[in-house]
């Protein structure tokens, strides 16, 4: 009496309708019959996406100098002020512990100005990392008359020397989104503003022009 052998049928529907059945004596053979049928019925590309790896520093981790206790502000925010310090232009391979430096000295910078610390919510250097200031939902000293309904953030550098890099833009937008979801800003519908447009100045620098913050609102509301 001849044993039961096991096949694998492979049935080919198209528009609802069976065109080809085919038999195959194992599994594997069955797979990749269907898997060589999928290639090519279908356009398969791939292709390389540059992830942008957001690193991100808390004030402790700089050196903050001791202050009074600050205030906070209620969030969601709807509005977003960009700032730049006027300090010096760090290179894009500038190491952590430079940063750091330059960090201590906008601290004391404000210090010396008579503020209650670092003006600024948070910092960005041209390498992309995101240094904590004030953090954010804490009442800043850097847009006057908005310190209490906005947040900012600073470029750290001359940017009417230099332009902000993809690195920079990368950063604000994940700093920003990532704010957003755990309800800092409003999640749609974000006004990112220049400092100038609230206050006799060029910040944040004339190389930040209105069309560089429009596409930063068009980043941080995708």
């Not at 906008?106 to 990392?129: E, K, M, T």
């Not at 990532?178 to 400092?195: E, M, T």
Request: proline share 3%; with cysteine.
């Amino acid at each position: 009496m001849m044993a039961f052998r096991t096949r694998y049928v492979v049935r080919v529907v198209e528009d609802g309708k069976l065109v080809r059945k085919k038999r195959f004596a194992t599994k594997d053979a069955a797979l990749n019959f269907v898997a060589d049928k999928l290639v090519r019925r279908r356009k398969v590309k791939i292709a390389r996406k540059r992830v942008f790896n957001l690193e991100t520093f808390q004030n402790t981790a700089w050196g903050l100098l001791p202050h009074d206790p600050w205030v906070s502000t209620q969030g969601p925010l709807s509005m977003l002020f960009i700032h730049h310090t006027v300090t010096r232009q760090l290179p894009v391979s500038a190491t952590v512990e430079e940063e750091k430096s330059e960090m201590r000295l906008l601290d004391q910078i404000a210090h010396s100005r008579g503020y209650n610390g670092i003006s600024y919510c948070w910092a960005v250097f041209p390498s992309g990392r995101c240094y904590e200031g004030r953090g954010w939902l804490i009442q800043e000293a850097a847009t006057k008359d908005f310190n209490t309904s906005s947040d900012s953030i600073a470029l750290v550098g001359n940017y009417s020397e230099f332009k902000m890099n993809d690195r920079q833009r990368a950063a604000i937008r994940k700093l920003v989104n990532r704010a957003q979801r755990k309800g800092v800003f409003v999640k749609s519908g974000l006004n990112v503003r220049a400092h100038r447009e609230v206050s006799a100045t060029a910040c944040p620098g004339t190389k930040i022009t209105d069309a560089e913050i429009q596409r930063i609102q068009h980043l941080v509301n995708r």
